[in-house]
């Protein structure tokens, strides 16, 4: 496989300036939202234990293990590339909701990058945006879910809306993925008075209320891991 010019050379280049996202910018967000979801496997789980089934963090841990060891075995060679090994290892490995929900996202958004920039080319953040958008809009035909049914949309999307603004704002890479980063966790802290509408948790219905969404959470997480991503790559 030709890793050309983007191969190990995130340290130092395109984080911060605008200039485009490399594919080791979307190999170190895969590998900062697995960490992260390594680290709070234990509280997406009691979350899940509260208005599910007590197997939110155990699923995405695994499920980001196993994208971790995909990429190893095969290199991504572009940004898009990565971003659909992710969604198709996720969308396998994961049971539960959470696995085709995210997979989807994830494979989309790689669609979404194939057919805004030439292939191995650098993704602008603009075209992050639109590609971030995108997985949103998978999630939400797949789940049939709408803002306000108390699932992960409800850090989605905003994450989504903020990050749109910030680019068209032209703020500068890093400020807009910790925008979006700041909508997603916001939004998920808005999932605690909800009533769920969606998935396992709606079988409970009023007794939902008073608990966050445990994939709006992991959802905060994952944005947050673009953020993180991007200070790791420009402060190298
Ligand atoms: P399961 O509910 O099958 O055990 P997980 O526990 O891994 O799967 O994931 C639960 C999370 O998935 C929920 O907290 C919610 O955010 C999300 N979810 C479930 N169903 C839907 C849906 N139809 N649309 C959007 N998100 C959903
Ligand atoms: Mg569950």
């Known amino acids: 496989m030709d890793a050309g010019p983007d191969g190990g050379t995130g340290a130092g280049s395109d984080g911060g300036s605008g200039g485009g996202l490399d594919t080791a910018f979307f190999v170190a967000w895969l590998e900062e939202a697995a960490g992260e ?3 709070q496997r234990d509280r997406l789980t009691e979350l899940d234990a509260a208005i599910g089934d007590a197997d939110h963090g155990t699923n995405l841990d695994r499920g980001f293990s196993e994208v971790l060891r995909a990429l190893r075995e095969t290199p991504p060679a572009s940004p898009a590339q990565a971003l659909t090994t992710a969604g198709a290892t996720l ?3 994961v049971g539960g909701a959470s696995g085709p929900l995210y997979g989807s996202a ?4 790689g669609k979404a990058l194939e057919m805004i920039g030439a292939p191995g080319a650098a993704v602008t953040p603009a075209a992050l945006a639109e590609a971030f958008g995108t997985g949103v809009v998978a999630v939400e035909r797949l789940g049939k879910a709408a803002a306000g049914d108390k699932t992960m949309i409800d850090a989605l999307a905003p994450a989504s809306r903020a990050l749109s603004k910030a680019v068209r704002d032209g703020l500068e890479t890093p400020q807009a993925l910790e925008r979006a980063a700041q909508a997603a966790a916001e939004g998920a802290r808005a999932t605690v008075p909800m009533t769920a509408r969606r998935g ?6 009023e007794r ?3 608990h966050e969404d445990p994939g709006a959470a992991s959802a905060a997480l994952i944005v947050a891991a673009l953020a993180a991503a991007a200070s790791r790559t420009a402060a190298g």
Request: aromatic share 10%; charged share 25%; no cysteine.
């Open 208 to 210: 939902s209320v008073g």
């Open 91 to 93: 969308i396998r490995r």
């Open 37 to 39: 979801i390594a680290r």
């Open 200 to 205: 396992r948790a709606s079988y409970l219905g």
């Open 106 to 109: 994830f494979r989309q958004m």
